[in-house]
């Protein structure tokens, strides 16, 4: 006893001096004799003497030790959990761990001693009224939980939400102040539990919480950290979407979102997707993207030169004999809009072809676009300049599908959408799109909109007939550019400018590689009869944007959007405000044909 009043004097002797007191939170520990075995191991790499504090809780939320520790500069602590809470007797909980530095780093390492399994968890340093797992697993193989705490001193009521497939389900916790709550994938979904599932969780409390899997009854144990999302973060969003729109002009839909390093996005949605209907436009709102098709288009054919199907450098007539200067044009150069080929969608007659469309005629076959297209000739000889062509990318499509054997649709699926679940992509014109938004075009002279809902996409196909959402834009850029879809080499050829390119506009395969402040980003936009998008991404930062609104023309005051995102990437400098820089990017990016 005396000494444990000694211990509380010299706590609040200590608190004196933690004015600016850092917190960080060890979501678990398990004590449990003959059981498990704990140590925490805690480093100071900061030149000042570190004063810590360890409160540890049991998962009722009452106290179940304490104990202050003094690290100098550079020293390290690893030491058993019951060496460290000699008060803390068999039990399971989290610990609080609080210290004057805010460099404090920390592992804690659990072990089952009867199976061998061992787990380790990094110190958390923020709290966040969302987490996301991306993955939980059930089967016979490995089972999966959820760990979560709650540090506050009121009770918490959480919304889990569990993604199975197509089939979404919620549960309601309640967690009791300062307590923690384990739930297993087979509990949260007792009936017909699913072999994965994606969670999130959210709170009106700040939590913190990992997820863990065993292996063979524990012979092996895997804990990860949840992804945090803030509340804040997605209320102000929203109230930047919502601002962008109300002093937009031409009043649509408008969906926007931004992924930081990896996290989960952030989504916000303002208008309508049905303006007849008054349905209000929701973050995860499906719409056309446009040319950004023409990423998917190229990353397809990349794919297939990997696979030793195609060389990108090879004469088209190895693959289609038949088309004019065909000995003479390479897939690359359709790629890159060297081909010279003119671009059919900018043709006076085509344009007939798509008011014919308007009254219900049947739309051109991809093969019937690309013959008219070399009909119409070249503007240049292949590979002396540079042309935006969207003609290139429909021939691209035929190649691909004569060299595998299989429609673009199927190539898109299979080599692209299912291995990244990205299941709110669709190819317009080609299948149907359940829940896709309203498409309308603006007429600027009368101010008004008509619903060209109607105009099939296969009039642009492989050059931007895709339909999507910013949840799964921001998976593909993602996937993309972090090279979970290309090799290395066929990433950098992707991203490789042809020097035909104007220099105010580097184009590689089916993407602008640009710069912003000296941050590189790789970039494009879209615009379709009904539909106009926009994405970014900055791969030293890993963050990325995307936008979607459904209507063939975006309003400038969406750049406000852009501007925002800037902010919070901290791209932006002091001397330059993201206004000025996203007008200057545009102008540049204007220049690519939609």
Known sequence: MVHHKALLFSLLITSLFFANAHTFYVPHYTQTEGEWATRLTLFNPTTAQAEVDLIAYGNNGQEAGRSHLTLQPGEQVNR???????????????????????ALSGILTFQSLQNGGIASLPLIGIRAQGLAFPLLEHNSLRQSGLVITNPDSTEAVLSIEILAGNTRSTRIVQIGARGK??????????????????????????????????????????????????????????????????????????????????????????????????????????????????????AVLLILQENGAIDLDAPIATYLPDVPRGDQITTRMLLNHTSGLKNYSTESDFNQVILHNYNGGEAWTVAQIVDFAFDKGFDFEPGQGWNYSNSGYLTASLIAETVSGRPLIDLYHDLLWQPLGMNDTFFGGFENIPTRARAYRFDDENRSYEDVTHMSLALVAAAGGIVSNNQDMLTWAD???????????????????????????????????????????????????????????????????????????????????????????GIVDKNETGLGLIQRFNKRLSAVPQ
């Open 479 to 569: 996937a993309l550019f972090t090279g979970r879809v290309l090799s290395g080499d066929s990433l950098a050829q992707m991203l490789t400018p042809t020097p035909r390119a104007p220099s105010e506009l580097p184009y590689g395969l089916g993407i602008v590689i640009g710069e912003i402040n000296g941050e590189p980003v790789y970039t494009h936009n879209g615009g379709t009869f009904g539909g106009s998008s926009a994405f970014y991404y900055f791969p030293n930062r890993a963050a990325g944007l995307s936008m979607l609104v459904n209507c063939n023309m975006m309003d400038q005051n969406y750049s406000r959007l852009f501007t925002a995102f800037l902010n919070t990437t």
């Open 181 to 298: 709550w384990v739930g297993m994938l087979a509990d949260l979904v007792p009936e017909d539990t699913p072999e994965e599932a994606t969670v999130t969780v959210s709170s009106e409390a700040a939590l913190t919480g990992f997820a863990l899997t065993f292996q063979n009854n524990a012979a092996q144990i895997f804990a990860v950290s949840a992804t945090p999302v803030t509340r804040n973060e997605a209320a102000k969003w929203q109230a930047t979407v919502n601002e962008a729109y109300d002093l937009a002009q031409i009043k649509t839909g408008v969906a926007a979102g931004y992924r930081l390093a990896g996290g989960t996005p952030i989504l916000a949605a303002a208008g309508f997707s049905d303006r007849e209907n008054q349905i209000t436009s929701q973050p995860d709102m499906r719409s056309d993207i446009g040319s950004i098709t023409k990423s998917f288009t190229a």
């Open 80 to 102: 058993g959990l019951g060496s460290l809470l000699p008060e803390l007797r068999d039990d399971r909980g989290f610990m609080v761990i609080e210290t004057n530095t805010v």
